[in-house]
């Protein structure tokens, strides 16, 4: 052992995004958890706006953290898989946002600090599937984890006020959802493994790693996050009730004969819209565009929990 005691005990980095607001300190609980556990002084990483992870978690494994730990939201956790994937080290989850929809997803309760830091440090692993999305204008690849959508669901994600978030949590979502109800459909043309299945008007193309969104609601019934495959959900509302068909599809998981919600499922999708719309990965607003390919690569991402 050097002298500062740490060398050959493993360490963990902590990947923070310090605008997230938490009522605990992050350091203390750290430095408590690494110490029960006979880990290491943590290696401390903080975001910011112009790099919300990815640099760090690069500089993570550069610093030969044995375990990457996000602290933050889904963009902070998203940032931080987009460099771990297809990698050994193992990626630990601190939830601090408003969705924290992977860590639902993966059955966490997303107010037990103590419990996800353990978890972290000395849970056991499971391998989830990642999803690589491209882009050709702007060209740009990005992972998502949990889902990525184009239309009427990234225009909620553009437009939720993100005070009213600071309040109400994922409540501000139904806000923004209410507010851009009416809205015009757009042509697209959905190929999914290669076949054609949707060329019509559209108001959102929903894509799934996992089944669950804000509020607990479950948007894909059957999606898992480790089957390697990707859950596809096709929203085109028809007339003034078209809404009401749409809510109705959902529940019955789109097993009747109403077009207003379609369910596929696949490896890789593509979506060509007529016209640029709103774009979202793991609910962050990524602008507008027009054409993504999105493929599934199975049990790339170690999770520790």
């Not at 931080?80 to 990626?91: R, S, T």
């Not at 193309?205 to 479950?218: A, I, R, S, T």
């Amino acid at each position: 052992m050097t002298a500062n005691g740490f060398t050959d005990l493993k360490r963990p980095a902590i990947i923070v995004n310090p605008a997230k607001p938490v009522e605990v300190d992050v350091k203390a609980l750290a430095a408590k958890h690494c110490s029960e556990n006979g880990w290491g002084e943590p290696i401390w990483l903080e975001t910011t706006k112009e790099d919300p992870g990815v640099g760090q978690a690069k500089e993570a494994l550069r610093q030969g953290a044995d375990v990457v730990i996000a602290a933050g939201g889904d963009g902070t956790v998203r940032c931080v898989a987009e460099v771990l994937a297809g990698g050994d080290v193992p990626m630990g989850l601190l939830p601090f946002g408003t969705g924290n929809l992977l860590a639902r997803n993966l059955g966490m309760d997303v107010t037990d600090f103590d419990g996800a830091m353990a978890g972290a440090l000395a849970g056991t692993e499971r391998k989830i599937d990642v999803v690589r999305a491209r882009r050709n204008d702007p060209d740009k690849e990005q992972l998502f984890l949990v889902m990525a959508g184009v239309g009427y669901d990234a225009t909620i994600m553009a437009d939720t006020n993100e005070d009213l978030k600071d309040k109400v949590g994922w409540l501000a979502y139904v806000d923004a959802g209410i507010r851009n109800l009416p809205g015009k459909p757009v042509k697209a043309t959905i190929v999914i493994d290669g076949k054609d299945v949707v060329h019509r008007g559209i108001r959102s193309v929903m894509v799934g790693n996992c089944g669950k969104v804000q509020g607990g609601l479950e948007i894909f019934p059957d999606a898992k996050m480790d089957d390697g495959l990707l859950d596809v959900a096709v929203l085109a509302p028809q007339g003034k009730l078209g809404w009401f068909s749409v809510i109705a599809g959902m529940i019955g998981k789109g097993r009747g004969k109403d077009t207003s919600v379609e369910y596929y499922q696949g490896k890789s999708v593509e979506i060509t819209l007529e016209h640029n719309d709103d774009y979202q990965l793991d609910g962050d607003h990524e602008g507008e565009g027009k054409h993504v390919a999105m493929t599934i690569e199975p049990g790339a991402l170690t999770i520790r929990l």
